[in-house]
Nanobody
Framework: QVQLVESGGGSVQAGGSLRLSCAAS????????MGWFRQAPGKEREGIVG????????DYADSVKGRFSISQDNAKNMFYLQMNSLKPEDTAMYYC??????????????????WGQGTQVTVSS
């Protein structure tokens, strides 16, 4: 049973914007930490942001602070990643993930239980 489904990737020029979406089951949405990760070819996976639908601190990676933001729609059990001022170095496969425990990207990277299928983001210069 698929628990997380991403959508919204694509190609954009540097400076542009994209919004990614992640649909979760109701149980995962209300119980787990949720976040976004990315992995570029030949590079290690990088945590971007982590949060919980119930509120609390949102944890952003330094590389995206001020440019990316996470939001949620409780009625739809969905999370979104708004990406602005995109740079070529943001090019990667993006994944949403869910995990229990601390809602930080470090914790998510170590213990994520559920992963989406990934969506490609390509930023051209």
């Amino acid at each position: 049973q698929v628990q997380l489904v991403e959508s919204g990737g694509g190609s954009v020029q540097a400076g542009g914007s994209l919004r990614l979406s992640c649909a979760a089951s109701r149980y995962i949405y209300s119980t787990y930490c949720m976040g976004w990760f990315r992995q570029a070819p030949g590079k290690e996976r990088e945590g971007i942001v982590g949060m919980h639908s119930g509120g609390g601190r949102t944890d952003y990676a330094d590389s995206v602070k001020g440019r990316f933001s996470i939001s949620q729609d409780n009625a739809k059990n969905m999370f979104y990643l708004q990406m602005n001022s995109l740079k070529p170095e943001d090019t990667a496969m993006y994944y949403c993930a869910a995990w229990l425990g601390q809602c930080t990207v470090v914790a998510g990277g170590l213990s994520a239980t559920y992963w989406g299928q990934g969506t490609q983001v390509t930023v051209s210069s």
